[in-house]
């Protein structure tokens, strides 16, 4: 089971994550629990390390540190009076060393990615001692681990760490003895490569974490309790009207969550797709809502898609000239300059005619992608280099798409009445996906006509 930093934000949460522990354990499960940060800790851990590192002044440190202190210490109290003495202390270690990298970063004028990775791994350092103890303060033995002592090893790339396959071995033999007795509670969204040094797994790493550690154990089900009562048909918060899909497939969920479904990390389905492990997401504020099932074959009702997202904070980047017409080497040469620049490529369209390529590539990596295009464009391969950051990406996912003919049509058929203008389109082999691209002023409205033109809404599996 995994909690996210909404289910422990306070006291209250952390007592419900307690309750809803305590319950499976009864009916016979044995549990092993993956935690993230109390909500908002680590946006304040990373604004305060970029805080240091360029402030001339002397920068808060020690109001920070105080003021996370008091915020823990409070729900330590609230939530394990008889175990808050003892559990403060090792809190208090860790906020020292957390003070002298931030003391330290701030005199050096320099915040490197391993410090970074250090500082931002804290919030669920701190946040798994209270759930665990909360848990002994409810008679059920419990022990916090860290990624390292958990035995999630990474790599070394600070930021974005990728597991590595010799992390299996390890948990299975340092977590599951744990379970027979008690709750282990590991930290999430933290690793460490294999000389110790720690490393951070990405935003949102901890359902990452959690399916890691569900592959390593064995796991019946990877739970992932978040604030929603499942995979929605869209964003709630855009479609007044979306729906709980009750099962998705492994395809499905991976496709949702690359393109802006906030519910599951993109990563989280590989490592439970290969041991085949059901992935079940609910809402610890409303834990007996059904959620969703993400299953190796999900079941099939009538509609053909099952959801549509999008995703902003992304821009366009075109590239054209003739002379890409029949040359070989173009795309190597494309590709090669933005894997070297850092650049991660989201989508690729092709014309025809092979003289001109789209790229999305996410905000943050724009420059980059420019910079690395204008050196391909001195080597000749293409002549021009234009982008548009006003543009978000539509996908609309389902399998049932596979094989069934007239759904393109029906996409951009309801765009096009809706005057929706769609810039680049792009289509995987596995026809469980249609993704494009539009203006950014049109991402909400394409959201809505489709969202109403497959009739996502209703509940069609009866």
């Not at 350092?125 to 958990?150: D, E, F, T, V």
């Not at 790339?157 to 282990?184: F, N, T, W, Y």
């Not at 943050?364 to 420019?370: I, K, M, P």
């Amino acid at each position: 089971m995994k909690f996210g930093g909404t289910s422990v934000g306070d006291e209250e949460c952390i007592a419900r994550v307690v309750s809803i522990i305590e319950q499976y354990r009864k009916e016979g499960n044995e549990i092993a629990v993956v935690v993230s940060a109390m909500s908002g800790v680590t946006d304040q851990l990373h604004a305060i390390a970029a805080e240091v590192e360029s402030s001339k002044d002397t920068p808060p440190i020690e109001a920070f540190i105080t003021s996370i202190r008091a915020k823990h210490e409070s729900v330590l109290k609230a939530v394990a009076p008889d175990e808050a003495e003892t559990v403060m202390v090792e809190i208090d270690k860790r906020l020292s060393n957390l003070r002298n990298i931030l003391t330290a970063i701030h005199n050096l004028r320099e915040l490197t990615p391993r410090s970074k990775d250090y500082i931002i791994s804290f919030g669920e350092r701190l946040s798994a001692q209270i759930l665990s103890a909360a848990l002994r303060q409810a008679g059920i033995k419990s022990q916090p681990l860290n990624g390292c002592q958990a035995g999630i090893v990474t790599n070394e790339r600070h930021g974005c760490a990728q597991v590595l396959p010799e992390s299996e071995p390890k948990i299975k033999s340092r977590v599951i003895p744990l379970m027979h007795d008690g709750v282990p509670v590991v930290m999430g969204y933290m690793g460490c490569t294999g000389d110790g040094i720690v490393t951070t797994l990405g935003r949102s790493g901890s359902d990452y974490s959690a399916a890691i550690v569900g592959a390593g154990i064995d796991a019946d089900e990877i739970w992932i309790w978040t604030d929603v009562d499942g995979i929605m048909t869209s964003d709630p918060r855009i479609i007044n009207d979306a729906r709980v899909i009750p099962e998705i497939s492994y395809l499905e969920a991976m496709e949702l969550s690359y393109f802006g479904a906030e519910v599951l990390h993109p990563r989280t389905i590989e490592p439970a797709m290969q041991k085949g492990i059901p992935v079940r997401v609910k809402n610890t504020f409303n834990p007996s809502a059904k959620g969703s099932c993400v299953l190796a074959q999900a079941h099939r009702d009538s509609r053909v898609v099952k959801a549509i997202t999008f995703i902003d904070k992304v821009s366009l980047v075109n590239l054209a000239g003739a002379q890409m017409f029949g040359r070989p080497g173009v795309a190597r040469a494309i590709f090669t300059s933005l894997a070297e620049s850092g650049v991660n490529v989201m989508m690729i369209s092709q014309g025809s005619s092979e003289a001109n390529i789209s790229l999305i590539v996410d905000d943050d990596h724009l420059n980059a992608a420019v910079t690395a295009m204008n050196k391909v464009q001195l080597g000749g391969y293409i002549r021009e280099v234009t982008f548009d950051k006003e543009v978000c990406v539509v996908a609309v996912v389902g399998v049932g798409m596979a094989g069934a003919p007239g759904i393109a049509g029906r996409i951009f058929t309801a765009l096009g009445k809706a005057e929706v203008n769609v810039m680049m389109i792009s289509q995987g082999s596995s026809e469980a996906n249609v993704s494009f691209v539009v203006a950014h002023e049109d991402g909400r409205k394409a959201l809505r006509v489709l969202h109403d033109e497959f009739r996502l809404s209703e509940d069609l599996s009866e």
